[in-house]
Nanobody, 113 residues
Framework: VQLVESGGGLAQPGGSLTLSCAAS????????MSWYRQAPGKEHERVAI???????EYADSVKGRFTISRDNARNLLFLNMTRLKPDDTAVYYC????????WGQGTQVTVSS
């Protein structure tokens, strides 16, 4: 399995970023996919999950601001982040239910003025 995150960077409070995750090595469409984040000194937090049936769930902290989506034809996972806050600063990881122990390298998101 391989998951490669991209799209992170520096954003101003109130701004937007879209993260992407390219997946390979497993049957992408058959597994639930998630975005997690980890800020310095904090626990891993699941931000959003999209089930193979396309149902979605979000952490309360991002509900109404973030949108998770997937493109099963291209094995891609996305996280559209809007109305960003400094508390959203973290390394963001995509994760597959195919392998609970595998994590990619992540992509850094920094929200600061």
């Amino acid at each position: 399995v391989q998951l490669v995150e991209s799209g992170g960077g520096l954003a101003q409070p109130g701004g937007s970023l879209t993260l992407s995750c390219a997946a390979s090595g497993f049957t992408f469409w058959a597994y639930h996919m998630s975005w997690y984040r980890q800020a310095p000194g904090k626990e891993h937090e699941r931000v959003a999950i999209i089930f193979l049936g396309m149902q979605k769930e979000y952490a309360d902290s991002v509900k109404g601001r973030f949108t998770i989506s997937r493109d099963n034809a291209r094995n891609l996972l996305f996280l559209n982040m809007t109305r960003l806050k400094p508390d959203d600063t973290a390394v963001y990881y995509c994760h597959s239910s195919y392998d609970d122990d595998y994590w990619g390298q992540g992509t850094q998101v920094t929200v600061s003025s």
